[in-house]
């Protein structure tokens, strides 16, 4: 392809081009604290026009392997020790860093996880598209512009018709990924690397990225390696899925004998873990229970009929009456909440389901006074909620705490764990002596389970999974009633969401517990709540029992919502 | 409370021990504490005494260090600059890491409209000149040396609190601040118990990196006849003096600024390392 010949914008491919294979790869990662073996051996190949799905959790070595193939991982501390990447019948480890530079964006582009960051925000999204084209001297500057506006039209980014110069702020998520579709696509690449490029996305949102990617891979010829935690999605776009387990290929297969016939356990395991619209079950099965190959005698997944545990209406813990929150911005104020009155029963789970922006998040922080409501007012067991007085504050705040969907944003770095439990019930006064208070936070510690000996343990010792688990202690440590679990479980990975969301329903059993469970995936808030809040642009769409919610809605927003999950998600019954 | 803060404390100590650059640059510090405090008393010369029949000598075994124009001992005088210069340095930067730490702190986490108000104040007391604001001082309260540690600290804070308020307005935000509000604590605990300890690591560095500047600040005072008067002495005037006759004399610029080097590595090697051990993120033993 020479610079200047815009008469063969798709100029033949040569044959034999366009076929992936990595075999016997191993990577290891080497620190001061030690060797870490990412990639252990993996066998993969791609065939021209395929798409496959890279599957597992975080960890289990696939964005290792995704970023070895363009010699993206960063070395040192990252090794390659053994194997080769072999691309249209070569070494794509071989080759140096400047001649790899002439594969990258030009036969393999990559696809990044964050919309937000991976666009420059000073140049202007077109000409950001349209570098590959001339960095890889296909186009001159002025036709590879013309190129990325008719690209960007492709992916539906409308806007740069009109607006040539928009820069990335001016974006929403969901159409910078576009844009990174199309400034992948643009060069008309073999082969496309995904690493997990909806996972920052809302449901609506990811399900039109699938769609253009999924509909401009096959018009374009293009294979696909799609990496993901999310087995339901992947079976969504892949032709065929790989999974990985801690830096081994576990099992691949087709897409549909994976779901009906998986051999390995851990594979078991992901597509039973996960919440569907359509069990409803009173516990989630986890990878322990799998691995340990017990799983047939536990009684936990025994179906739970649908609100038995409820007979008669429950009492009000918590009513928000008219509320309204309202943040001033530079094109005026926005109503975040707009006149919102919800109630949540004693012992009961309200789940609250909404894209982002729709205003969940600052309403489940308005009833806990962590955002200032413009109007409106609260009842908290029939008081009204006013923070005027230290006395009243400590009231309400010992008995409404939060969980954060960022573990490791919401422990403070520098406290021990056994500091950060005892502060609140030291500041609360719950407990007469540093010893009773003590025991009391062993206590809690193993309720969540974890134990004594993490006691004197910094927050950055432990997994994400662990954090949650000291949040949640964190939260119980003050004895509260009401819970906000605010996407509490969003960042995680299926298997130690299932935990965490098993850990939440065994205590709501045990302390009786009421919960506004926030998120965004219908599934999870299905299987945690009672009834079910719909919320959108602020407002509260539609309410209902978690049951008529997905069998019967009643909007068309809720309806788009459920569309919008992945089919394997939804209707996958998997019975074991 | 007292116990739990020591856990953080014997924690840091722990890991600055086993940091050898830093273990040395405090032994380095203690030594030129030492020599700046007795020295003057154990030279046989003091600081201010001329003897005109030996100026310029050379170091050897009458003068330790040499002898400059006036014939005066470099040992007695660079030792005793040490005392008012580590005295400026140390005290001044005290100052203005009390003062700015608190008003940036406070200025971020109140955030709005009384940020913008304590931030303009910053602004204006940026825009005064600064030796104009020192004579001003000087005018008002006569030349006093104490006076000299409140001027500089009054105006190196100004950096401090800025550098201070912007990291509080990006770590207010974390999930875990958030947290602690909704655990019911109060303000100041928020202020002094979770912010600060994480606030530690740009302070630390600013704060080795003001040393220096108010070591040389009060150089240029005394310069302009504010600061340290002659025959009195500071490493920032001798260094001044010496590198005037450094072609007739060198080790009238070398002893003085061998200390103040000395000073400034060990300062800032001590630095790195409390940074690191202040972080419970690195690595443990």
Known sequence: MVYGMPSTPNPPRIDLMGHLSIKNLEVSFHTREGTIRAVEGIELAIEPGEIVGLVGESGSGKSVTCNSILQLLPTPPARVDNGKVEWSGKDLLDYSESSIRKIRGKEISMIFQDPMSCLNPYLPVVDQVAEPLIIHKIYNPAEAKAKAVEMLMKVGVKRVKEFPLSYPHEFSGGMRQRAMIAMALITEPALLLADEPTTALDVTVQAKILTILRELCSDLGVSVLFVSHDLGLVAELADRVVVMYRGKVVEQNDTASIFKNPQHPYVKALIACRPTLENTLWRLPTVEDFMSHSAEQKPHTQKKGAHSRFLHPRKNLLVGKDLVVQFTSENGPVRAVDNVSISIGQGTTLGLVGESGSGKTTLGRALLNLVTRTSGEILFQDRLMDLGTRKSEMYFRKSMQIIFQDPYASLNPRLTIEQTLLEPMMVHQIGNSKKERLKKVIDLLEEVGLGEEHLARYPHEFSGGQRQRICVARALSTEPEFIVCDECVSAMDVSVQAQVLNLLKSLQDSRGLTYLFISHDLGVVKFMSDEITVMQNGKIVETGSAECIYNDPQTEYTKQLINSIPLANRSVNFSF | ?285
């Not at chain 2, 405090?37 to 030996?54: A, K, R």
């Not at chain 2, 005392?83 to 400026?88: F, K, Q, T």
């Not at chain 2, 509080?168 to 100041?188: I, M």
């Open chain 2, 1 to 285: 409370m007292t116990q739990q803060s020591s856990s953080l404390g014997r924690d840091a100590w722990l890991r600055l021990r086993a940091n050898r650059m830093a273990m040395l640059s405090i032994y380095l510090l203690l030594g030129i504490f030492l020599i700046s405090l007795v020295g003057p008393w154990l030279s046989s010369y003091s600081y201010e005494q001329q003897d005109l029949d030996h100026i310029f000598q050379s170091p050897g075994k009458n003068h330790l260090f040499g002898t400059d124009n006036l014939g005066r001992d470099v040992f007695a005088r660079t030792t005793y600059g040490g005392r008012i210069s580590l005295a400026v340095g140390l005290l001044a930067t005290l100052v203005s890491l009390v003062i700015g730490v608190t008003y940036g702190m406070l200025s971020g986490y109140l955030g709005g409209r009384m940020d913008a108000w304590m931030m303009r104040a910053v602004d204006v007391l940026y825009s005064l000149p600064f030796i104009i604001f020192v004579i001003l001082l000087m005018v008002l309260f006569g030349r006093n040396f104490l006076l000299l540690f409140l001027a500089i600290g009054a105006v190196e804070w100004l950096t401090m609190a800025r550098i201070t308020r912007a990291q509080t307005l990006n770590l207010k935000k974390a999930e875990f601040v958030e947290a602690a509000r909704a655990l019911g604590y109060s303000h100041s605990r928020i202020l002094f118990r979770h912010l600060l300890p994480n606030l530690i690591g740009p302070i630390i560095i600013y704060a080795t990196l003001t040393v220096p500047a108010v070591m040389l600040l009060e150089a240029v005072l005394s310069f302009l006849g504010l600061g340290v008067q002659a025959p009195m002495s500071s490493w920032g005037s001798l260094i001044k003096e010496g590198a005037e006759k450094m072609d007739a004399a060198p080790w009238l610029l070398f002893f003085p600024g061998s200390f103040f080097c000395l000073t400034l590595f060990a300062l800032n090697f001590l630095g790195d390392g409390l940074r690191d051990a202040l972080d419970p993120k690195s690595s443990k033993d």
